[in-house]
């Protein structure tokens, strides 16, 4: 179903910080927009996973 939203030519969804700004379709399915909320939260989490490295890795320096 992701690969269903994405080709409906919307801006990728990124995590916080990101440039791109969610776009919701008034279209959208409840499952489209569950979809599309899931995949938001699993991008915030690899970008949190992502600072956390960061985080240990300057404490070893």
Aim: aromatic letters at 0%; proline letters at 5%; hydrophobic letters at 40%.
């Amino acid at each position: 179903m992701a690969a269903a939203v994405r080709a409906r030519g919307r801006p990728a969804r990124r995590g916080p910080g990101s440039t791109h700004a969610a776009v919701h379709d008034p279209g959208d399915t409840d499952e489209d927009r569950e979809v599309v909320e899931n995949l938001e939260l699993l991008e915030s989490l690899d970008a949190a996973s992502d600072l956390e490295v960061l985080l240990e890795l300057a404490e070893e320096k």
